[in-house]
């Protein structure tokens, strides 16, 4: 059964920083693709970064271009998303999603590219 769990959320200053994780089980790491999208009360859930299965690529939106890096953990489950120099238009409802298959494509920021999510974590910017 596939899983994602992830954690690491909470209340931050602005200027702060936060390390979330995404803990999968069920497959192999390896082979999917892994994205990291956030959504805001009242906006769409948006892509924040991806990491490509089959050569390591990475990718992020522009607005957490330079402060957010998505990283492979040595544990082979798991996936973080290191995210500094926090604003408050970060506070957002964090998810991580897998895709359901290998792909030879790069990752991508669309929803729709990914079969499984998880249940998300808070992440609060606030003085």
């Known amino acids: 059964q596939v899983q994602l769990v992830e954690s690491g959320g909470g209340l931050v200053q602005p200027g702060g920083s936060l390390r979330l994780s995404c803990t999968t089980s069920?497959?192999?790491?390896?082979?999917?693709?892994i994205g990291w999208f956030r959504q805001a009360p009242g906006k769409e859930r948006e892509g924040v970064s991806c990491i490509s299965s089959n050569n390591g690529r990475t990718y992020y939106a522009d607005s957490v271009k330079g402060r957010f890096t998505i990283s492979k953990g040595n544990a082979k489950n798991t996936v973080y998303l290191q995210v500094n120099r926090l604003i408050p238009e970060d506070t957002a409802v964090y998810y991580c999603?897998?895709?359901?298959?290998?792909?030879?494509?790069?990752?991508?920021?669309?929803?729709?590219?990914?079969?499984?999510w998880g249940q998300g974590t808070q992440v609060t910017v606030s003085s």
């Open positions: 069920g497959f192999n790491l390896e082979n999917r693709d």
């Open positions: 999603a897998s895709e359901g298959a290998w792909s030879p494509r790069p990752c991508g920021l669309g929803r729709d590219r990914y079969n499984y």
